[in-house]
């Protein structure tokens, strides 16, 4: 069955997270600081006390399009590695844009068209997130402005047309149509793009159009909250326990949606399993970056976010899971880490995109790049049992399909995906532009 609500993990922490802080005061934000960006219902979510919020009856009916969405264990994938773990997963490739992300679009696109918005901005990493506000925008009447990562606006031409055809306007970023943008440009006319650019012109735009707002796919503590409709499903759905639970992280809000039930029930005593974040080496915010307050963009027009950050002056190289290509990571997860809740580790293109052949050739599903990082920590924590003789249950989220990816398969297959290190001497000049 779908969820009826929304799981908020706030109210259940032992201490809660640092607030957001306005950049020119170092105060808390308030409602007012927000409202020219989101509807008061999400600002309300946003810093909500409340652990179950009710799902609204206009968001379930275009949930019921793709929900429940399948739990499937992975038994050929099994038999291929000899490994006596269980492998489950959470499939969400099936929704309308192929991944998790109408999730959150869809509630989103709700409350701002009930609050009489007339359209949204919002950027786009790798397209999946473009695709699926673009799609929710179209269930509610709502223009759709996106600003894709120019690496991917290239390199993914279908996920560009995708939006296009549920109507939106997509603008390869950096673009020339903002002064964010044009300022990018100016210093680097050949600019891959990054996600923190791309975030500052759709900001830019929203808060200079008058009845138009801004969407975010990722970080904030109401779009982690709204991807819950997963890790709730499969706790209904599992009739084993897990023991591991890993999920790819970018900004966050597929590992939470998937991680949040459970560690509810492990906060209460009920289970006990081990928790992973998997990242890429490219852009490695958990393991390298520093907890600190930065900006959730490249231009600062952000609020003060306390969170894993390499930097907002960040660019990382262009992978092929331009998802994961986000400076920062969300300030809620943040703090969980900091809390001891789940660990982190990283995965090389190569080895990811070698899991997700793998996982294509046994189960017959073709993954977007950004899970195949955490089916290949899947993949070596089931070797691993294979080593032990453990017979350990695993849960992943395979949380979209690779169709639109197949031109970054097509590398990894003719042998021209590189891996690119990071030198530490990057990190630390990003992170010496933080703010005081």
């Known amino acids: 069955m779908i969820p009826s609500h929304w799981y908020n993990i706030v109210p259940d922490l032992p201490t809660p997270p640092p607030p957001p802080l306005h950049p020119a005061t ?60 269980r492998i489950y997963y959470k499939y969400e490739g099936g929704s309308p844009s192929g991944s998790h992300k109408p999730n959150t679009a869809v509630p989103q696109a709700y409350y701002n068209a009930r ?62 149509v903002t002064m964010s943008g044009s300022k990018v440009l100016a210093g680097d006319p050949d600019s891959p793009g990054s996600l923190g650019i791309a975030i500052s012109e759709a900001v830019e735009v929203a808060a200079a159009e008058a009845g138009t707002r801004y969407a975010l796919g990722s970080v904030l503590n109401h779009v982690l909250m709204h991807q819950t409709v997963i890790g709730e499903e499969a706790l209904g759905q599992l009739d084993e326990m897990p023991d591991v639970i890993i999920g790819c992280t970018g900004g966050g809000s597929n590992f939470a949606g998937l991680i949040f039930p459970f560690l509810r029930e492990k906060l209460a005593g009920k289970i006990d399993p081990t928790l992973r974040a998997v990242e890429p080496v490219a852009c490695p915010s958990f393991t390298r970056g520093r907890y600190a307050y930065d900006f959730g963009d490249t231009a600062g027009l952000t609020p003060l976010l306390k969170m894993h950050t390499l930097g907002h002056d960040f660019v990382p190289d262009p992978i092929h899971a331009g998802g994961l290509r986000y400076h920062g990571m969300s300030p809620l997860l943040s703090h969980l880490y900091e809390l001891g809740m789940f660990e982190a580790v990283t995965k090389s293109q190569s080895e990811s995109f070698e899991a997700g052949v793998r996982f294509a050739r046994t189960e017959g599903i073709v993954p977007a790049p950004e899970p195949t990082h955490a089916l290949a920590e899947t993949i070596a924590e089931a070797l691993r049992c294979k080593e032990s003789g453990e017979d350990k249950v695993i849960l992943t989220a395979l949380c979209g399909h690779g169709h639109f990816d197949l031109g970054a398969y097509d590398r990894y297959l003719s042998g021209r995906m590189e891996d690119r290190t990071l030198p530490q001497e990057r990190i630390d000049e990003a992170l010496s532009e933080l703010p005081g």
Do not use: N
């Open 115 to 176: 609050e009489g918005v007339r359209g949204l901005t919002t950027e786009t990493g790798a397209g999946q997130w473009g695709s699926a506000l673009a799609f929710a925008c179209a269930q509610f009447g709502l223009d759709c402005q996106v600003w894709m990562v120019r690496a991917s606006y290239e390199h993914k031409p279908y996920r560009r047309s995708l939006m296009q055809v549920y109507g939106a306007t997509v603008h390869a970023s950096p673009s020339p």
């Open 26 to 85: 170092r105060q808390p934000v308030g409602p007012e600081d927000l409202a020219p960006l989101f509807p008061m219902e999400l600002i309300g979510q946003e810093v909500s006390q409340e652990r179950f919020v009710a799902i609204p009856q206009e968001v379930l009916d275009v949930y019921r399009l793709w929900r429940p969405t399948p739990l499937l264990r992975a038994r050929r994938l099994e038999r291929a590695l000899g490994t006596p773990a």
